[in-house]
């Protein structure tokens, strides 16, 4: 597998996101071949091949005889790599019962009971520094890691006194 930001850079070129798109919407036909995709993108057949050798190189279109196909495998591997270098999701292997809450580093659901609310809470608490003093505009970056409404987080961890507010704005987690 490529790494992520190749895989992605691959496809930011308008040609091989049409051949990859084209191979994908034809997954399984016994038409989907270079020949087919080149006549139906009104491509050469030589350009089209060429990206599709590249395509397959970098494990996105596997080859079976003289038709091709998209490896999402390939994508998920992508996915799991950023996630592995995603510091939330890092974070987030010490709090196995806040996952059904996240995907990907990201907050897409809350927690219905006071109890994960106070879990979820805890854990944002967890991502400042103790000892540092955040400004709005630091902790606001902070907490948008984790969601585009990161003003509720605060006002969250502030609720729950896990993270103080000062009277001049700045934000510091509490000692345990």
């Known amino acids: 597998m490529e790494n992520p930001a190749q895989l992605l850079q691959a496809l930011s070129d308008s040609a091989r996101a049409r051949v990859f798109a084209w191979m994908v919407l034809n997954a399984g036909s016994e038409d989907a071949t270079a020949a087919r995709c080149a006549r139906e993108l009104g491509g050469g057949l030589h350009s089209v091949a060429k990206t599709i050798a590249r395509l397959v ?32 999701v890092v974070a987030l292997e010490s709090h196995p019962q806040l996952s059904p809450f996240f995907e990907h ?57 896990l993270v103080t507010r000062t009277p001049y704005g700045d934000y510091r987690r509490r000692s345990n």
Not at 105 to 112: H, N
């Open 57 to 88: 190189d970098m494990g996105m279109l596997t080859r079976d005889g003289n038709t091709f196909g998209p490896d999402l495998s390939t994508f998920r591997a992508a996915a799991d790599a950023l996630d592995a270098m995603n510091p939330i």
């Open 105 to 161: 580093g990201r907050l897409v659901r809350s927690p219905m009971t006071p109890e994960g609310t106070q879990t979820l809470a805890a854990f944002l608490a967890s991502l400042f520094e103790e000892g540092r003093s955040y400004t709005e505009a630091e902790a606001n970056v902070l907490l948008s890691q984790v969601s585009a409404d990161f003003a509720s987080l605060r006002r969250l961890v502030v609720d729950f006194r």
